[in-house]
């Protein structure tokens, strides 16, 4: 069935340095969803990439949907301490249903 | 934006107990509700997707009679977790779609510790 692989598991970065996530797709999405888990707490819808080679920007956060849209990344400039948390991608499986990659733990040095 | 919210924000019960969570949509109505579970530092995996007004889709691998989902109403779904065991605990989270955004809002997730 269709998985959506993502990389790394874990990143730690010293305050101020850039952090990516890959996520990748077994099969073509019609559109990739990103979300932000902050520890303890529930996912936290960030974006939707619908278009391929779509590139939206949200402040720091760069977000990339691959040409073959099979694959995203999140990009996040000059990290900050209130970027901790666990990163998911989620890809589409039918009509409805999520599927969500196994997400990367972001932890930050200060 | 959109709320769902989600009830009770952690419950303890025995082992052998019956425990209810339920997940609302304050503000839109939800024809489709999302059940999910979540180990420590593990992903969101799909339990179930509750309909309203007909039975709950489950996925492979989950259990229909150990994890009863009813979904009353536009606004209300519930997880019930029957005769609970220490193996069953771990964080559930709820998730309903607004259609006129496509955006998945989720609820404050619901931890479940069984003694």
């Known amino acids: 069935g269709q998985q959506v692989m993502q990389i790394p598991q874990y990143q730690h970065v010293q305050e101020g340095e850039d952090f990516t996530t890959y996520c990748n797709s077994s099969?073509?999405?019609?559109?990739i969803q990103w979300y932000k888990q902050r520890p303890g707490g529930h996912p936290v819808f960030l974006i939707q990439?619908?278009?391929?080679?779509e590139v939206k920007k949200q402040k720091r956060l760069t977000f990339q949907f691959g040409e073959a849209k099979k694959n995203s990344s999140l990009h996040i400039t000059a990290t900050q301490t209130t970027d901790v948390g666990t990163y998911f991608c989620?890809?589409?499986?039918?009509?409805?249903?999520?599927?969500f990659g196994q997400g990367t733990r972001l932890t930050i040095n200060p | 934006g959109a709320v769902v919210s989600q009830h009770p924000s952690r419950v303890i019960c025995k082992s052998g107990t019956s425990v209810k969570i339920e997940c609302r949509s304050l503000?839109?109505?939800?024809?489709?509700m999302f059940w999910y579970r979540q180990f420590p530092k593990q992903s969101l995996m799909l339990m179930a997707t509750?309909?309203?007004?007909?039975?709950?889709?489950?996925e492979q691998g989950v259990e229909k009679d150990k994890f009863l989902i009813n979904h009353a109403s536009l606004t209300l779904s519930t997880l019930t977790v029957t005769s609970a065991h220490p193996e069953d605990s771990s964080f559930y989270i709820c998730?309903?779609?607004?259609?006129?955004?496509?955006?998945?809002?989720f609820g404050e997730g619901s931890r479940l510790t069984v003694l």
């Open positions: 998730s309903a779609r607004q259609w006129s955004s496509g955006e998945l809002f």
């Open positions: 099969t073509t999405l019609s559109n």
């Open positions: 990439l619908v278009k391929s080679g």
């Open positions: 989620a890809g589409p499986r039918g009509a409805q249903k999520l599927v």
């Open positions: 503000d839109f109505q939800a024809t489709t």
């Open positions: 509750s309909n309203e007004g007909s039975k709950a889709t489950y």
